[in-house]
């Protein structure tokens, strides 16, 4: 299973752009890459997941580089709900879809 | 609405008292997993199950037990419960898009 590395804590303020960059170095050919979002003693939402390239949805773009071994999540104009932790996960299909986790990077958004 | 359903959200219970905290996910997804959430541990995997009458070991499986007779529900089970068990659970499911929908949660006090 592909190991994932992520900053441990963001600051931002709201309205900015957040963006957090995972790295995936091991990462195989049929695995994708997905992101949680979790608050505090709440479970984990899912967020985004994408293979390569680029996938945008209402909340949230993610972009993967063509070598895959990184992503990077961007949250547009982030608002002081958005402060959670986030979570890079790689899902490998030969191990069933499994969600292996990560510590996540902790996004404080200030006022 | 789309949700998975975990039941009770709080529960203190005393070491050694059999304890079920139920699942239940309308969805009609056929993998369901645990997990539990502990300070500087992040989430690990309990039991998960890929579809009725199929269930299997995750990282952390010992001390409990599930089983899936049906496909909305995933109870799981301490027969004996530890205080080394308190802890924050998690109930999910998915399909085989991908995406897991997670339940609000189990916090869990054993003494």
């Known amino acids: 299973l592909a190991k994932t590395t992520q900053p441990i804590s963001m600051d931002s303020y709201e309205g900015q752009e957040v963006n957090i960059t995972c790295s995936h170095n091991?990462?195989?050919?049929?695995?994708?890459i997905t992101w949680y979002q979790q608050f505090p003693s709440q479970g984990p939402r899912f967020i985004i997941q994408?293979?390569?390239t680029k996938v945008t949805n209402e909340v949230a773009s993610l972009f993967i580089p063509a070598d895959r071994k990184s992503s990077t999540l961007s949250l547009p104009r982030v608002s002081l709900s958005d402060t959670a932790v986030y979570y890079c996960?790689?899902?490998?299909?030969?191990?069933?879809?499994?969600?292996?986790f990560g510590g996540g990077t902790r996004v404080l958004v200030k006022p | 609405e789309a949700q998975v359903t975990q039941n009770p959200r709080y529960l203190i219970t005393v070491t050694g008292k059999k304890l079920t905290v139920t699942c239940s996910q309308n969805?009609?997804?056929?993998?369901m997993s645990w997990y539990r959430q502990d300070p500087g541990l992040g989430l690990r995997q309990i039991y998960y199950?890929?579809?009725?009458?199929?269930?299997d070991k995750g990282d952390v499986p010992e001390g409990y037990k599930v089983s899936r007779k049906e496909k909305r529900n995933f109870p799981l089970i301490l027969e004996s419960p530890s205080p080394n068990q308190t802890s924050l659970y998690f109930c999910?499911?998915?399909?085989?898009?991908?995406?897991?929908?997670f339940g609000s949660g189990t916090r869990l006090t054993v003494v």
């Open positions: 996960l790689v899902v490998s299909e030969a191990a069933g879809n499994k969600l292996t």
């Open positions: 994408g293979y390569k």
């Open positions: 091991n990462i195989a050919t049929n695995d994708y």
């Open positions: 969805m009609n997804h056929e993998y």
């Open positions: 999910a499911s998915s399909s085989p898009e991908g995406g897991y929908t």
């Open positions: 199950s890929m579809n009725v009458e199929v269930t």
